[in-house]
Every structure is written in structure tokens, then in C-alpha cells.
């Protein structure tokens, strides 16, 4: 979905197409993954994916961009979520998103590179040649000439794969029973912003995308004649979607900017909410607290607002308190992991010991149902630790290692826990499995730094 090419050099667009996210924060709330879920399973399905095997993770950037990268991965960044206004809009970009992914754009990306970084070597081994025969600008000519002709001759490819993913789009949204109303509104948004940026500054042949106004024109028809094309969209999703992207917003954007678009006079619910994490990131516990409260109060068996009272209350130094928002969030969203592991941080803070079995038994069912919750591991390791069971203190410190890429401490703190833990039983093969695993990374590692 990204709006501009702003790729200087091949060498650039080789980083960006293999490592996307490297530069971005993912951000994890329970609410909003479960938004994501529910909306884009039936275009998952309509995409003939499994929905257990897609994930739709939300990146920490305010620009308005969505993309894949390897496995089944949608990136949505945080500013596609405050630039769209509807649900419908989202699950238009879902759908182009999933386009790529079933019509397998990541690998036919990779190969495409190859013909553009010959192209661009080639000009570089010519214009060097002329550069040492003594022709300096000549060269630089044709080293500018030959980047320039490779950089079209991938975006070229990359403009034909996002055509295909929209048509690809327009297809599961008909399927999935969903109007494409959304997505059409959504590139006239995109549409705006290069009104904006000035189209006579834009070349339609060095973007990776085609315009806003072509891809329009092309799906219009299409998408008009699907059954779905008068169907109204989903009204609960949309409910949803607008408590989201309140809540992100006041995550995500400075305090000042969250009061002056939700002021103290709104007293929606969509406001309190937006406060309420704008209050609490900015150091304000007793505004975001009275905030929590108020949205407690609309709905009190909203797991999502229990969630939000209890992290404050938490968080300015009050884990008994917080305690139980924090069951009833956990009970209300089915023992949400992430909401699960704040709540056995919780337990842990307030260092009674008798609270250390129960944050226990909470802190391994929610590391079980998520295996990409570090802070998950962490935790279950401190409440292991103080009840002096050191060795699987160790067996938690070598799964976060391990998911965190470090495998020198995952195989070290793996080979004390099997060291010390009963053989053969589940915990200790776990913690051979880890050491085993991460011995032969560790060996991959060290034999890519000989080469």
C-alpha cells in the first residue's frame, strides 16, 4: 500500500523487500489483534489460507502503509489505521495485502531483483571502465543511466504485482460476502494526499504502485458488480473499529495532539478512551485513572476497559488494586495471554508470596497460548525464581532467549535446567529441544561469520 517510491538505489530496495519491519516496533494489544482476527478471517478463508496461519500485526509508524514480508504476515502500520474510517476501508487493504501472499508476491519479488541488480552491476563495471579510461563524466552517465534503468525495470514488476493483488482483492471481498466499497473510498484517500503532494511532480514509472486515480478506474467496474457491493458493512466491526482506533490514538500520538482531537468537553466514549492512554502514557495516573473509570462505568463487563483500569492502577504503583480489573479482564476476554501476563505481572508486584502460585498457573497458560510473548517468559521466570525453583527460572530465561535470537544464553540457561530438572519429563525434554535448536543456530551463526 505504500503511496510514493522513495528508493534511491537497488541496494535500498533489497533491504526494504527483506527486512520491512527492521526499523518499526510491533505493538501488541489484545483488543486490537482481535479486531484484526475477526475482520480478516473470512477474507483469509476467501483467499484460500488458513486463518490460524495468517497473522495481522500492527507496526508502530504513523505513515499510511501495509505490506507482507515473508510467511503469512500482514503489516499494518499504526497510520493506516488513524488515516482510514471505517472498518471496511481496512479490510479492503486486508484483502490487497492478502493478494500478495496467496499469489506468492514475496518469492516472485526476491527473483525479480536479480535481472534489476544485473542490469545495475553491469552499468556500474561499464561505467568504472570508462571512468579509468579517462572519461569521468561519461562514466557517471552510464553508472546514473543503468541504476536508473534497473530501478524501472523492478518497479515495473512491482507495479503489475500490486494490480494483481487488487484484482486479487476485489475477488475475496465478493467471496467473503463484503462490500469493496471501503477499499474504493480508501484510494480516494490516497488519491487526496497526491493531489496533495502535487501529481505533477509524481512519474507514474518510478513508483512501485499505480496511482490512486489508476487503480480506481480499474476496479470500479469490478467491484460494482459484486453481490456484495450494496451490502451494508459490518456494524458491530465498525463499532469496534472506531474503540481501536481511539485507543491507539492516544498511544500512539503526543498527549497534546489527542487532547486538541478528543478535548475533555467530548464526553463520548470513543474520548475517555483516547484519554485515558494519552493521561496515563503522559504521567497523569489520577486523569487516566478517573477516565478508566468512567468507561468501567458505561460498560463493566468490558474486558478491554477492566484491562485499561487495571494496567494504570498497575503501573502507578498499585498492584493489589489493580488486581481485580485485572481478573475480571482476563476472565471477560477467556484468558487473553496478553492481558494473562499483566495480569501475573501484577501478581508478582505485589511481593506476597502467596500470590506466586497463582501467578504461576496464569503466566504458563498464557506463554502456551502465545508463542511470541517474551515478556510472558520473563515474567514466569522472576515468579519461578522466587519460589526458589531455579531450574525452571532457567528453562523461561532459554525460551525467551531463544525467541529473542540470543542462543548463547538460551543453550547455557537450557543445559542448567536439563541439568537439574527430572529426566524425560515434559519440562526437561522441552529444555533439550531448546539446547539442541539453539546449538545448531549458534553453529550456523559462527560458520556465516568464517565465510
Given amino acids: ?136 563524466e561519461a562514466g557517471a552517465g552510464i553508472m546514473g543511466m543503468g541504476q536508473q534503468a534497473a530501478m524501472g525495470n523492478y518497479l515495473a514488476f512491482s507495479r503489475v504485482q500490486e494490480a494483481t493483488a487488487d484484482a486479487s482483492a476485489v475477488r475475496y471481498l465478493d467471496t467473503a460476502g463484503i462490500t469493496g466499497k471501503g477499499m474504493l473510498s480508501f ?24 496511482l490512486s486515480g489508476t487503480r480506481i478506474q480499474t476496479l470500479t467496474g469490478d467491484v460494482q458488480k459484486s453481490g456484495a457491493y450494496d451490502k451494508a458493512p459490518d456494524a458491530a466491526l465498525q463499532e469496534r473499529f472506531r474503540r481501536v482506533r481511539a485507543k491507539l490514538a492516544g498511544y500512539v500520538m503526543d498527549a497534546p495532539r489527542t487532547l486538541a482531537e478528543y478535548p475533555e468537553t467530548d464526553q463520548t466514549l470513543y474520548a475517555q478512551y483516547a484519554r485515558a492512554y494519552a493521561y496515563h502514557k503522559s504521567g497523569y495516573p489520577e486523569k487516566a485513572d478517573a477516565e478508566a473509570n468512567a468507561l468501567v462505568a458505561r460498560e463493566p463487563a468490558n474486558p478491554y476497559f477492566q484491562e485499561i483500569k487495571g494496567q494504570i492502577l498497575l503501573e502507578a504503583g498499585k498492584p493489589r488494586a489493580a488486581l481485580a480489573p485485572l481478573r475480571l479482564a482476563a476472565q471477560g476476554s477467556g484468558s487473553n495471554p496478553l492481558i494473562s501476563t499483566t495480569l501475573g505481572h501484577a501478581l508478582i508486584a505485589t511481593d506476597d508470596k502467596a500470590d506466586l502460585p497463582e501467578a504461576i ?69 522441552r529444555a533439550q529441544d531448546i539446547a539442541m535448536t539453539s546449538s545448531d543456530a549458534f553453529a550456523g551463526e559462527k560458520k556465516k561469520k568464517r565465510r
Fill in 1 to 136: 500500500m505504500t503511496r510514493f517510491a522513495a528508493l534511491t538505489s537497488l541496494a535500498m530496495a533489497a533491504l526494504l523487500w527483506t527486512q520491512p519491519a527492521a526499523a518499526q516496533s510491533i505493538l501488541r494489544d489484545a483488543e486490537t489483534e482481535s479486531l484484526f482476527a475477526d475482520m480478516s478471517a473470512p477474507l483469509i478463508a476467501a483467499a484460500g489460507l488458513r486463518p490460524r496461519d495468517v497473522k495481522i500485526v500492527l507496526v508502530n509508524d504513523n505513515s499510511i502503509n501495509a505490506f507482507v514480508a515473508g510467511g503469512q504476515i500482514v503489516y499494518i502500520h499504526s497510520g493506516l489505521i488513524q488515516a482510514a474510517n471505517s472498518a471496511n476501508q481496512v479490510q479492503g487493504v486486508i484483502a490487497h495485502e492478502l493478494g500478495h501472499i496467496a499469489d506468492g508476491h514475496v518469492l516472485s519479488g526476491e527473483a525479480a531483483m536479480k535481472p534489476a541488480m544485473k542490469i545495475s552491476i553491469l552499468s556500474m563495471v561499464l561505467g568504472l571502465a570508462a571512468i579509468a579510461a579517462g572519461s569521468g
Fill in 187 to 210: 484510494f480516494k484517500t490516497m488519491q487526496q494526499d497526491e493531489y496533495r503532494y502535487g501529481l505533477s511532480n509524481i512519474d507514474p514509472f518510478m513508483q512501485s504502485h499505480p
Fill in 361 to 429: 498457573r496464569v503466566l504458563r497458560v498464557a506463554v502456551q497460548r502465545d508463542d511470541e510473548n517474551p515478556w510472558g517468559w520473563m515474567q514466569l521466570g522472576t515468579a519461578y525464581e522466587r519460589t526458589g525453583d531455579e531450574p525452571r527460572a532457567a528453562l523461561a530465561t532459554a525460551e525467551r532467549a531463544s525467541m529473542m535470537g540470543d542462543q548463547r544464553t538460551a543453550i547455557a540457561s537450557a543445559r542448567y535446567a536439563m541439568a537439574n530438572i527430572p529426566s524425560n519429563t515434559p519440562d526437561w525434554i
